[in-house]
């Protein structure tokens, strides 16, 4: 079993040269992960920056005393992968967000698509938007991450047309067969860079919205003979990308 991951702001040790895991995660490590001495934890800034320690003692029910390793910095990985997702409805968006994050995805987009049922608007957007982000945080120390994805806030069409512009690599997932599409599985992709996914909602990326993308460097692609839902396509797109990059190897 590899060592539990937690979320730290800082990794400055007392006098002693101990570290003081507290509050919400201290609690976690204490209460429910149950942690002794001799065993190991991963402590990150959840940006790269990490250190491995060894549980000292567990004290009360929220502290947990760690002799703590030297702090490294994991590189960025190339080529990073961003997966625009459209918004799913109910909770189909938290699911998106932490299975992307538990394959390795480097950042994902929120995007209100044309034909997205679901709206981000006001407290109820910001409301959403915060659990997508703590989702990805909690998945990020669930799949022993030290890099979370970063998820940004809601982009428009027209923003998405420009991040797509940007990229080495830009594909739409598309489910209209008739479209001119080309398989994922055997797309040209650059070996640094930025790979950008567009996962259209539930009832596709509209005809306008593909001809801004194809405007702006985009290409259809599909993964294969069947339609995925939107909450899953990102997923199953990632892994294959992260395995044909080498990233996975």
Do not use: N
Not at 5 to 32: I, K, M
Not at 101 to 113: L, R
Not at 189 to 210: H, K, M, N, Y
């Amino acid at each position: 079993m590899t060592a539990p991951v937690f979320v730290v702001e800082h990794f400055r040790t007392g006098g002693d040269g101990h570290y003081v895991l507290d509050g919400p995660e201290g609690r976690h490590a204490v209460s429910v992960k149950r942690l002794q001495p001799g065993e190991e934890v991963v402590l990150t800034d959840g940006a790269g920056r990490h250190a491995v320690g060894e549980v000292i003692a567990a004290e009360g029910k929220d502290r947990l005393v760690v002799r703590l390793g030297e702090v490294a910095q994991e590189p960025a990985p190339a080529p990073r992968i961003t997966v625009v997702q459209a918004l799913p409805k109910g909770d189909r968006g938290e699911l998106a967000v932490e299975t992307m994050t538990e394959v390795g995805v480097d950042a994902i987009v929120p995007w209100q698509a044309a034909r997205c049922i679901t709206q981000w608007r006001g407290e109820r957007g910001l409301k959403a938007l915060g659990k997508w982000r703590a989702t990805a945080r909690e998945a990020g120390k669930q799949s022993r991450r030290v890099r979370f994805p970063e998820v940004a806030d809601a982009a428009t069409t027209k923003q998405v047309a420009a991040l797509l512009a940007g990229a080495d690599f830009a594909a739409v997932l598309h489910s209209d067969f008739e479209h001119v599409s080309a398989p994922l599985a055997t797309a040209q992709l650059p070996a640094e860079g930025e790979i950008v996914l567009v996962v259209g909602p539930e009832g596709g990326v509209s005809r306008d919205e593909l001809a801004l993308f194809e405007e702006a460097g985009a290409r259809a692609y599909v993964l294969g003979p069947t339609v995925l839902r939107t909450s899953t396509a990102g997923t199953a797109a990632a892994a294959l990308l992260l395995g044909r990059t080498g990233r996975w190897s």
